[in-house]
């Protein structure tokens, strides 16, 4: 079992940028795939980015160029990297991590992100 903890959301202007992290605390961190999701009002929760135990990442078109998602193993860490934001890019950002062997999901309290001037 993995624990998940988001930090580094707020507000910020359109064209801003901003770094989540998550932290993992629990079993083997490295064997997850780590993904970042969101959740704006009234909508579907959305995958924004994943990264797989071996780095291959993923993006939703929405973020793809404007996003970076990374891993640290060592540190039990996940980040978001956010640049060019947008006030579309307004949620709740939430962390999950994906055990592959026992198929199942786990999820941070989230972090609300607003792009707003």
């Known amino acids: 079992q993995v624990q998940l903890v988001e930090s580094g959301g707020g507000l910020v202007q359109p064209g801003g940028s901003l770094r989540l992290s998550c932290a993992a605390s629990?079993?083997?961190?490295?064997?997850?795939?780590m993904g970042w999701y969101r959740q704006a009002p009234g909508k579907q929760r959305e995958l924004v980015a994943s990264?797989?135990?071996?780095?291959?990442?993923n993006y939703a078109d929405s973020v793809k160029g404007r996003s970076t998602i990374s891993r640290d193993n060592a540190k039990k860490m996940g980040y978001l990297q956010m640049n060019s934001l947008r006030p579309e890019d307004t949620a709740v950002y939430y962390c999950?991590?994906?055990?592959?062997?026992?198929?199942?999901?786990?999820w941070g309290q989230g972090t609300q992100v607003t792009v707003s001037s």
């Open positions: 990264i797989t135990s071996g780095g291959v990442t």
């Open positions: 999950n991590a994906y055990n592959p062997f026992i198929s199942t999901n786990y």
């Open positions: 629990g079993s083997i961190f490295s064997i997850y795939r």
